[in-house]
């Protein structure tokens, strides 16, 4: 199993462009999850699923968009990057009824 | 007052001695309790949960929980310089159900040789 796996790993992005960060799990995982960890900061939650088709907004949604498709899919949309948006995102995924969240290999974005 | 508070550290110990991580909560109804170790540049990973109180070992790690003081803990012995990596702690409260975990900002443990 490849575990949960996120592309790109890097990207710089200009103010005001947009992008989709690509979070695909291969464990048959209900529940998945988009953090962003700023430096010295902990994990904040910005969007999650429990299942394919239902989505909500976590602690940070303003400026991100998510669907969930599929059970293995769970792509994070940047519509208008802006500065405050440079972080390094996280994806994870858990089964339901469990407390283990298993994290991807991240992405860390910058907004010039 | 942050819902999970950390000492961000560093924590600096030597090689073979314990290092003790400390965590306070303020949701008093918070269900569940994690470590994750985070090693610079890569994503957490999870060590360890407890959900009652007490200790729990599982091998050199020992996770500690005190309800009543709204506090967790984590021991490392035996400490090695592979240990030496950001410590994040994490609580499930009460309302939010498995999607709603708060991370702490994290310690970071340097284990000197």
């Known amino acids: 199993n490849a575990g949960v796996t996120q592309t790109p790993k890097f990207r710089i992005l200009k103010i005001g462009q947009s992008m989709t960060l690509q979070c695909t799990q291969d464990?048959?995982?209900?529940?998945m999850y988009w953090y962003r960890q700023d430096p010295g900061m902990g994990l904040k939650l910005i969007y999650y699923?429990?299942?394919?088709?239902?989505?909500d907004k976590g602690e940070v949604p303003n400026g991100y968009n998510v669907s969930r498709s599929t059970t293995e899919d769970f792509p994070l949309r940047l519509e208008l990057a802006a500065p405050s948006q440079t972080s390094v995102y996280f994806c994870?995924?858990?089964?339901?009824?469990?407390?283990?969240?298993?994290f991807g290999p991240g992405t860390r974005l910058t907004v010039l | 007052q942050k819902e999970v508070e950390q000492n961000s550290g560093p924590l600096s110990v030597p090689e073979g001695a314990i290092a003790s991580l400390n965590c306070t909560y303020s949701?008093?109804?918070?269900?569940?309790f994690f470590w994750y170790r985070q090693y610079s540049g890569k994503s957490p990973e999870l060590i360890m949960f407890?959900?009652?109180?007490g200790d729990k070992e599982d091998g050199r790690f020992t996770a500690q929980l005190n309800k009543a003081s709204q506090y967790v803990s984590l021991l490392i012995r035996d400490s090695q310089p592979s240990d030496s990596a950001t410590y994040l702690c994490?609580?499930?409260?009460?309302?939010?159900?498995?999607?709603?975990?708060?991370f702490g900002t994290g310690t970071k443990l340097q284990v000197i040789p």
């Open positions: 699923s429990v299942g394919a088709g239902i989505t």
């Open positions: 994870a995924s858990s089964q339901q009824g469990t407390d283990t969240q298993y």
């Open positions: 407890i959900y009652s109180n």
């Open positions: 994490a609580v499930r409260s009460s309302s939010g159900g498995y999607q709603k975990v708060t």
């Open positions: 464990m048959n995982h209900n529940y």
């Open positions: 949701d008093r109804g918070s269900q569940s």
